[in-house]
């Protein structure tokens, strides 16, 4: 066990961005099917403000630093999720990546940039946004569960995760792509690998029944347990229920594991407690975000920078 010592997995600071209009995302519905229903006249922008701001003081509660943005826009209806259009790693390295719906790539800010800037090392900014006019996709974090101890980049095909643009990141950010076909009981692919799986520094969360093919199930789990990791299978009702959108993170006296109080419910004790033994389960309450069909990993772009 890897408790006390630092991990490169965990990071201690965070970028999140509270809305201030928060809607559901039509346009992303076709391929998004954790998405709820909602009425367009119910106006959700205080709740979902109240669930980030909460959010955020828990996070901090816990000795994690968050850097909050607001967005006041009005045509940035998934703002909240800023994972999937940056990423950070160790030797000083970001990434801007190019977002499948229209809407998404307003999401991309340059101020969020400066403030790393500033803020931490930053030796290099990778932008493949370049890539959207050639129809070729890679939502950050969301399509991509980064292992950043055993440097492999976990992978679910989809519209929203093309093989030749994580080609791309994997040779430039140094990570052994591992693609695979995961689909939900109604035979959909599932649109971003994050809402699947969530590797941690002692353990790793995945939803096994949705990776239809046996083989590469088992190259998965191996090559998880490898790293000396505890593999801890979710149900398909459970990943519906968000539990594998989680985000280890080191806090003030150690390692915690950010997840919606909607997933934590989800889990059951044997489960729980094999977390707890490497991590503290944090549970944050954002029902309403959810309904946009991301839960607290999408929240939390993780920042794996050196401070100045």
Same mark, same amino acid.
């Given at each position: 066990?890897?408790?006390?010592?630092? %991990?490169?997995?965990?990071?201690?600071?965070?970028?999140?961005?509270?809305?201030?209009?928060?809607?559901?995302?039509?346009?992303? &519905?076709?391929?998004?099917?954790?998405?709820?229903?909602?009425?367009?006249?119910?106006?959700?922008?205080?709740?979902?403000?109240?669930?980030?701001?909460?959010?955020?003081?828990?996070?901090?509660?816990?000795? +994690?630093?968050?850097?909050?943005?607001?967005?006041?826009?009005? &045509?940035?209806?998934?703002?909240?999720?800023?994972?999937?259009?940056?990423?950070?790693?160790?030797?000083?390295?970001?990434? +801007?990546?190019?977002?499948?719906?229209?809407?998404?790539?307003?999401?991309?800010?340059?101020?969020?940039?400066?403030?790393?800037?500033?803020?931490?090392?930053?030796?290099?900014?990778?932008?493949?946004?370049?890539?959207?006019?050639?129809?070729?996709?890679?939502?950050?974090?969301? #399509?991509?569960?980064?292992?950043?101890?055993?440097?492999?980049?976990?992978?679910?095909? %989809?519209?929203?995760?093309?093989?030749? &643009?994580?080609?791309?990141?994997?040779?430039?950010?140094?990570?052994?792509?591992?693609?695979?076909?995961?689909?939900?009981?109604?035979?959909?692919? *599932?649109?971003?690998?994050?809402?699947?799986?969530?590797?941690?520094?002692?353990?790793?969360? +995945?939803?096994?029944?949705? *990776?239809?093919?046996?083989?590469?199930?088992?190259?998965?789990? #191996?090559?998880?347990?490898?790293?000396?990791?505890?593999?801890?299978?979710?149900?398909?009702?459970?990943?519906?229920?968000?539990?594998?959108? &989680?985000?280890?993170?080191?806090?003030?006296?150690?390692? +915690?594991?950010?997840? %919606?109080?909607?997933?934590?419910?989800?889990?059951?004790?044997?489960?729980?407690?094999?977390?707890?033994?490497?991590?503290?389960?944090?549970?944050?309450?954002?029902?309403?975000?959810?309904?946009?069909?991301?839960?607290?990993?999408?929240?939390?772009?993780?920042?794996?920078?050196?401070?100045?």
């Amino acid at each position: 066990m890897r408790h006390h010592a630092y %991990s490169v997995q965990a990071p201690a600071a965070v970028v999140m961005v509270r809305p201030h209009h928060f809607t559901v995302n039509t346009e992303t &519905a076709a391929d998004n099917h954790f998405q709820a229903a909602v009425d367009a006249r119910d106006d959700l922008s205080a709740i979902a403000h109240d669930e980030i701001t909460k959010a955020e003081n828990r996070l901090e509660e816990h000795g +994690i630093t968050v850097h909050l943005f607001e967005d006041e826009g009005t &045509a940035t209806p998934d703002s909240v999720f800023p994972n999937n259009w940056f990423s950070t790693h160790a030797g000083g390295h970001v990434a +801007i990546y190019p977002m499948k719906a229209e809407s998404r790539r307003r999401e991309r800010r340059s101020d969020v940039i400066e403030m790393l800037k500033q803020r931490y090392r930053v030796q290099d900014v990778i932008d493949y946004s370049g890539l959207e006019p050639d129809g070729l996709f890679l939502e950050g974090t969301g #399509a991509m569960v980064l292992d950043h101890i055993d440097r492999v980049a976990y992978a679910v095909r %989809s519209d929203r995760t093309d093989p030749i &643009a994580l080609e791309r990141f994997c040779t430039h950010f140094n990570f052994e792509p591992m693609v695979f076909d995961a689909r939900d009981e109604t035979g959909a692919p *599932i649109y971003h690998t994050n809402v699947l799986m969530c590797v941690a520094t002692d353990f790793a969360l +995945i939803g096994l029944d949705m *990776i239809a093919n046996g083989k590469r199930r088992d190259e998965i789990i #191996a090559r998880l347990e490898r790293s000396g990791r505890r593999v801890i299978g979710l149900t398909n009702r459970q990943i519906g229920l968000f539990a594998g959108n &989680a985000l280890e993170l080191q806090g003030r006296d150690r390692r +915690i594991l950010a997840l %919606s109080t909607t997933a934590f419910r989800a889990l059951d004790q044997d489960q729980l407690a094999i977390i707890a033994q490497s991590a503290e389960p944090v549970a944050l309450d954002i029902p309403t975000i959810e309904k946009a069909g991301g839960s607290v990993r999408c929240t939390l772009a993780g920042i794996h920078l050196l401070p100045r």
